[in-house]
């Protein structure tokens, strides 16, 4: 698997994160910065499981 670049914000509430560069959509979210990181990750892994890794843009 590639690397794939992931953009983490923060909100008043906790934190999201998603990937650049899949296809479709994939987010995590958590408390903290490294929650919602950890989250997205495993997220993009059962997507790329379940849909190939052809959801993966070649950058």
């Known amino acids: ?3 794939i ?3 983490v914000e923060k909100h008043d509430d ?3 994160a998603y ?3 899949v296809q479709g959509i994939v987010i995590g979210e958590g408390e903290t ?8 990750e ?3 892994r059962f997507h790329i499981e ?3 890794e052809e959801v993966v843009e070649n950058v």
Do not use: H, R
Not at 34 to 39: C, N, R, S, T, V
């Open 50 to 52: 379940t849909f190939g």
């Open 5 to 7: 670049k992931m953009i």
């Open 19 to 21: 990937p650049l560069g």
């Open 33 to 40: 910065y490294e929650e919602a990181l950890k989250d997205a």
């Open 42 to 44: 495993s997220a993009v």
């Open 14 to 16: 906790g934190y999201i």
């Open 1 to 3: 698997m590639n690397n």
